[in-house]
């Protein structure tokens, strides 16, 4: 799996909303910030982790610097704050407003919602889409395997425009499948790399020396059914 180097930062930006500090995390792959919980609370992977030929076998974030240290203890601490969503989220769109405000170079404003970690409930779920809808001009991608939390979610409601829920599939070289209207990812070997003209996009970091996103923007687009990642 890409290791994506997780660089903890603190910044001018980071709001105190009531003794509820955001912080986020910086990855010298993405073009922007992130936000982080451990993976070890993930609902789905982390039974999944327990299985071979899973894309979460072999999960970056469940060992290295994710399981220790500054990286643990401030995913930790994002996970405990989601215990008062209601105050997390207004803490977040505040934090992250200001973090958008001082970000010189706008063409950059691409969130993604946990490089590490995963949606927690349906209330999670909500509060994300309040966050985007709350920040027009910030682009979100949130993967996620949490396919009944998503289901629960879209039975009523849409996402805006500028958050796109990606729904990753769960072993590796898996066909993607869009049963439920929603762009996809997959994980594929040399192997999968056959059939790409059914995985359609491969990953532009997973093709690049140094790994890194650069100017594409598939990931945040609706309009890309699907994006494989290169298993490493």
């Known amino acids: 799996m890409l290791n994506l180097n997780v660089i903890e930062t603190i910044t001018n930006e980071t709001i105190d909303n009531e003794t509820m500090e955001i912080k986020f995390s ?4 993405m073009p922007w910030v992130s ?11 982390s039974k999944l982790a327990k299985l071979e030929n899973t894309v979460c076998s072999g999960c970056y974030a469940n060992k290295g610097r994710y399981t220790f240290g500054g990286v643990k203890n401030a995913n930790t601490n994002r996970f405990e704050q989601l215990k008062q969503m209601d105050k997390w989220k207004l803490a977040f769109i505040e934090a992250l407003q200001a973090k958008y405000k001082s970000l010189r170079d706008k063409s950059k404003a691409y969130f993604r919602w946990h490089t590490s970690g995963d949606l927690q409930s349906l209330q999670h779920l909500e509060a994300i889409v309040e966050i985007a809808k709350a920040l027009p001009l910030i682009k979100f991608w949130l993967p996620t395997k949490e396919i009944g939390i998503v289901s629960a979610f ?9 958050l796109c829920v990606r729904i990753s599939m769960f072993k590796i070289d898996q066909i993607p499948s869009n049963s439920m209207g929603l762009p996809t990812s997959t994980v594929i070997t040399d192997k999968g790399k056959e059939d790409m003209n059914l995985h359609l996009n491969l990953c532009h970091a997973s093709e690049e020396i140094d790994g890194k996103c650069g100017s594409c923007r598939k990931c945040w687009n609706k309009n890309t059914s699907n994006v494989a990642y290169k298993f490493h």
Request: hydrophobic share 30%.
């Open 26 to 29: 910086q990855t010298t792959k």
């Open 154 to 162: 879209t039975k009523f409601n849409e996402f805006p425009n500028n």
């Open 35 to 45: 936000w982080d919980i451990p993976a070890w609370q993930c609902i789905t992977g």
